[in-house]
């Protein structure tokens, strides 16, 4: 077909009326027409509407259908990387044609009329159904294979693998939740694989996503209108797929550091002496603390009726400002919460009313409704009226001494269908995305009034892409129970998954008066090993340990002292994640194919394997070791254990089962009673020597744990640790790598090798001899390596 040809085919096919019985033709009735490559785009022209394919890079392919009628809408919340040019190879014959990537190839068959993507020469997915409309909803159908096991949709309970179910996309909370939860905070419209690709459909409107729940091997996209693209996302490994994933809708910021510590927080502290009095409290018991996080009452005294006020309470909160300066001083962060509901009871209503910041009725006006908290009406950010107002309270505040923010109910949590926004949209048109929105609000904020400080924005509701703002997401209001607990790892590897690395739960459950020791420190154990440690709850029973049993105590105390030792690997993740994508917590799957459905145990980062104790007084844990000829160590024990099988072992009190990889490097550090104080300038150097590794690698990123965009700007180091091991002889290399604007610090190691079966006959660091301990009970080397300026040292241990 000539290009002119195309062309008035093209403008024939956009006359035709919407009632045309074209329009709602099925796949099996769609007949293609014509077919042109446009540079980086392959256009097909069918019988009731065209497609527009392009790669945004060889492992990503878009394909967006333009019915007849409509035109294309180029606007995406989700996506941020930019199509590019992957010299995409264009053959075409009498029965199909292939439009390919160096990575994923589009496949059209003719006739009949079929979509398919193949990821280096082998099939992947392909469209089913297609695109159809129907009374209710505009649908696209993919094929599965029978034994695919799918991941994805957002924030679940359902069991890891999800194929099976229909899940509604419209953020809502799940008050008390436990085990199971079919629909949460964050629904995201992105379906991931076992065959290790993922097809995220970039359209925030309400629907469905369904993973086969009519057992007719079929994925089906159900959606009440707007865009009919989606992207298909492929990669060899998980780790390239979640690369690809994280490259095209943004990846996330590295967070202050001070985000890795430990947070006081529960609904909620009522006045300013009650909150100095919490952080001393800490203090005195000699448990870290970073953060103090104040709910509602620093805005007004009662939980009802004040919502909006975003100011703070004189009677209860006289000096915050003095308050929020004495807490700096000892290295803690003030976080306060904000909501996007502006009650008509509030302070702030007419002011909101005045400046057109508010959300309307059909008619214009301000759209008011009653919601738990009083009558509301609702911040529409989808106006530049609401937008500027809303950040400039938040500029006020930050200038005053708040340090993070942490914005509740933005699913929003209630959202009548018939409320409009600007730009003429619905309110089930932006539901899924206001979260994201708001979280936009305030990264474009401090990127605008505080271009060097990271934010923290902790939200309960996002979407695809939320990531790339920094947002911090929970889980939710978990019910204080072991089903709360048992659900908590599928929610955030699945989470990772999607791009959201630092999903996280309130630890020892948020809803039910609930006091459980056993259950609390449990929730605390696994805690050290998820994203953010932040214990929260309603008041009846206390969350923070400082207020526990004795014994509850002090083994919180140790889960808190272990989450600050681990500062330097739990901050190399962060960097990790911000630079690939790579999530905190990761599925075993990432690591052995066959594990489809396995949540229990988990990756924290690529070199811990975590098996959180879940259920009551368990005298048994099953502990799937991966990787066939692998080896692991008890992170407690150092007991040696071999991968590729499942064993089971029996919990302690003191902590939860934990094992290090064979030929990973541990950095950690001295506890502190801040990251205030944090300092990399000695560190415990853990090394888990085994004679089946004959390489090892590792590294640790360091800077100042403030300065935005530090590792762009070049103010970092990179510490790079490797190791061989041949013929008897152990050696071990610290190389430093120093950003262009940072000056190198003066930094020395401890370094521990475990498994270290007899004393070695000599060590040596860069060529001399030097002293060392040998722990022969505990199978322990310790070399010192002094600190030292030098970018390089070797230490040679002949075994």
């Not at 060889?58 to 333009?66: Q, S």
């Not at 990790?576 to 949540?599: H, I, K």
């Not at 030929?663 to 300092?679: E, L, N, Q």
């Not at 150097?685 to 360091?702: E, F, I, P, T, W």
């Amino acid at each position: 077909m000539t290009t002119a040809s195309f062309v008035r085919l093209a403008l024939c096919l956009l006359a035709v009326p919407l009632s045309s019985p074209h329009a709602l033709a099925q796949n099996a009735e769609r007949q293609l027409q014509g077919a042109k490559h446009n540079g980086n785009t392959l256009e097909l022209a069918t019988s009731d509407g065209r497609y527009l394919i392009k790669p945004y890079s060889a492992n990503v392919v878009e394909t967006t259908f333009i019915p007849t009628g409509e035109q294309a809408d180029p606007a995406s919340h989700a996506v941020v990387l930019a199509p590019v040019d992957v010299g995409a190879r264009f053959k075409t014959d009498a029965k199909r044609i292939e439009f390919a990537t160096s990575g994923i190839t589009v496949v059209v068959d003719k006739a009949p009329f079929r979509i398919s993507y193949l990821y280096k020469g082998k099939p992947l997915v392909a469209e089913k159904g297609g695109y159809a409309r129907g009374d209710k909803f505009e649908t696209i159908e993919f094929a599965l294979d029978e034994g695919e096991a799918l991941y994805g949709a957002g924030a679940r309970a359902v069991g890891m693998n999800r194929r099976g179910n229909r899940f509604e996309l419209y953020n809502k909370a799940d008050y008390g939740y436990g085990k199971t939860s079919q629909l949460l905070n964050f629904t995201i419209p992105v379906a991931l694989s076992s065959k290790k690709y993922a097809i995220h459909f970039d359209n925030p409107q309400v629907g469905f996503l369904d993973f086969d729940s009519r057992k007719d091997g079929t994925l089906r996209y159900e959606v009440i209108g707007g865009r009919k693209t989606y992207q298909v996302v492929a990669g060899e490994s998980w780790d390239e797929v979640m690369a690809n994933y994280t490259a095209l809708t943004g990846r996330q910021p590295l967070p202050p550091r001070w985000a890795f510590g430990n947070f006081a927080s529960r609904f909620g502290y009522r006045s300013e002496a009650q909150t100095r009095a919490v952080v001393d409290t800490f203090a005195a018991e000699k448990i870290p603390l970073d953060a103090i996080v104040l709910d509602l009452f620093w805005f007004g005294k009662e939980v009802k009726g004040t919502m909006g006020n975003l100011a703070w309470d004189r009677d209860t909160f006289p000096t915050a400002e003095k308050m929020m300066a004495d807490f700096r001083q000892k290295g803690v962060k003030t976080i306060v919460i904000t909501e996007p509901f502006i009650l008509t009871t509030s302070k702030r209503w007419q002011e909101a009313v005045d400046g057109k910041v508010l959300a309307t009725d059909k008619a214009g006006k301000p759209a008011a409704y009653d919601f738990y908290f009083g009558n509301t009406g609702l911040v529409d950010l989808y106006r530049p009226e609401g937008r500027d107002w809303f950040w400039n309270i938040y500029k006020d505040l930050k200038n005053s001494g708040v340090g993070g923010w942490w914005g509740d109910l933005g699913e929003p949590e209630v959202h009548p269908s018939w409320v409009q926004h600007g730009g003429g949209k619905t309110a089930d048109q932006v539901h899924n995305i206001y979260g994201h929105d708001w979280a936009r609000l305030i990264f474009d904020g401090y990127k605008k009034d505080f271009p060097n400080e990271r934010p923290f924005i902790l939200m309960r509701a996002g979407y695809s892409g939320s990531q790339r703002f920094g947002m911090i997401p929970w889980s939710g209001d978990v019910s204080r129970g072991w089903g709360g607990l048992q659900s908590q790892m599928e929610i955030s590897l699945q989470m990772g998954m999607q791009g959201l690395a630092y999903m996280h739960s309130d630890l020892g459950g948020f809803a039910g008066p609930v006091l459980d020791d056993e259950l609390y420190v449990r929730w605390l154990q696994y805690g050290v090993f998820q994203p953010v440690f932040r214990p929260h709850a309603q008041q009846d029973v206390a969350p923070e340990p400082v207020f526990r049993a004795e014994r509850t105590k002090v083994l919180a105390r140790e889960a808190v002292w272990l989450r600050y030792a681990m500062l330097p690997y739990n901050y190399t993740l962060a960097f990790d994640n911000s630079q690939s994508g790579a999530p905190l917590m990761r599925p075993v799957l990432f690591e052995e194919d066959e594990a489809t459905s396995m949540s229990s145990t988990y990756l924290w980062g690529r070199d811990f394997l975590v098996a959180p104790v879940v259920e009551p007084g368990a005298t048994r844990k099953e502990v799937h070791f991966p990787v066939k000829d692998s080896v692991w160590f008890d992170f407690h024990t150092g007991e040696k254990h071999f991968g590729g099988i499942t064993e089971v072992v029996k919990p302690v009190e003191a902590n939860i089962p934990v094992y290090v990889r064979a030929g990973a490097f541990i950095p950690m550090a001295k506890v502190v009673m801040s990251t205030r104080d944090y300092s990399t300038r000695q560190i415990d150097l853990h090394y888990y020597h085994d004679v089946s590794v004959a390489a090892g690698s590792g590294k640790m990123y360091d800077d100042d744990g403030e300065t935005a965009d530090a590792f762009a700007k070049g103010k970092y180091e990179i510490v790079r640790f490797a190791s061989t091991y041949a013929g008897g002889k152990l050696e071990i290399g610290l190389q430093t790598e120093t950003g262009k604007a940072q000056a190198p610090m003066e930094r020395g190691f401890s370094l521990k090798v475990h498994n270290v079966q007899l004393k070695p006959r000599a060590v040596t660091v860069d060529g001399r001899a030097v002293q060392f301990v040998w722990n022969g009970k505990h199978r322990m080397l310790e070399v010192p390596v002094a600190a030292r300026k030098q970018p390089a040292a070797k230490v040679s241990i002949t075994l």
